[in-house]
């Protein structure tokens, strides 16, 4: 609100003199998955405490193009002031959810979860993930802190896969250890030592069926890298327990919100 408002406020707002209540419908302009309801609330009531925001339909449920998601009740001023910082939390949140979900439905009936990464929006990582939550999906780890994670680019520098691991075991502090392996060499290098999950990155479903036989439930199993709507359940085939998609949080479309301003009284 502050990026919205700084330094004068609302001075289009500001030419209108009668402050009067007002009662406006939130509404969905295309199908979707619900994300950011309690965002959009507490938006209007930086503005304004007095604001009365009712919700039609809880965050995380299918709604259909054209249904009123909320109703807002209050001082004219005060919801024009909040409400684009609202719909954009809503078509932020509910963009991420309804891409995930369209993920997850893709591979019903696997033992596979949906998973996000952290390719997500500077400052904005929480509710992205929140997002990726209501669409039915995991969430990874949320920053560098939160577990080992062993990638190509740490295993080229050091020039050792195994000798990497073996010093991420030694020091690993209770943290989970995760390592990325891009072919099955790799893999064969690594089985045996006491980590928790092996990360299958940009390979083919051939060779992470593959994989996930040589691991023998030794670690957990994770594919990522290409993934999308047309190859997940290929993916998902293979026997991986889970799938790590950049996509649901970097490029996952906004959903279409407006807001319409209708007669107090109804």
Do not use: W
Request: hydrophobic share 35%.
């Amino acid at each position: 609100m502050s990026e919205d408002l700084r330094p004068s406020g609302d001075i289009t707002t500001q030419l209108i003199r009668d402050n009067k209540k007002i009662k406006a419908k939130i509404i969905s302009n295309e199908n979707c998955v619900i994300g950011g309801l309690n965002f959009a609330k507490e938006a209007f009531k930086y503005s304004d405490r007095q604001i009365v925001f009712k919700i039609k339909i809880r965050d995380g449920k299918k709604t259909k193009k054209g249904k009123v998601i909320a109703v807002v009740s209050g001082k004219a001023k005060s919801i024009l002031k909040s409400e684009r910082v609202a719909l954009n939390f809503l078509s932020l949140i509910s963009g991420v959810a309804t891409t995930t979900r369209k993920f997850v439905d893709r591979i019903k009936g696997k033992n596979c979860k949906i998973c996000c990464t952290r390719k997500t929006l500077p400052n904005l990582r929480v509710i992205q993930k929140y997002g990726v939550k209501l669409g039915g999906g995991i969430n990874h780890r949320f920053n560098l802190s939160d577990e080992i994670l062993i990638k190509d680019n740490h295993i080229a520098i050091e020039g050792n896969i195994c000798r990497l691991v073996q010093r991420a075991i030694k020091n690993k502090k209770n943290k989970k250890i995760t390592v990325e392996v891009d072919n099955l060499n790799q893999l064969k290098k690594i089985i045996g030592l006491k980590f928790n999950r092996i990360l299958f990155d940009n390979m083919n479903a051939k060779n992470i069926r593959k994989g996930v036989k040589l691991t023998n439930k030794l670690y957990e199993t994770e594919a990522s890298g290409g993934i999308t709507l047309k190859n997940i359940k290929k993916i998902a085939s293979t026997g991986v327990k889970r799938i790590s998609v950049g996509r649901i949080t970097h490029s996952a479309p906004a959903v279409n919100f407006k807001l319409e301003v209708c007669d107090e009284k109804k």
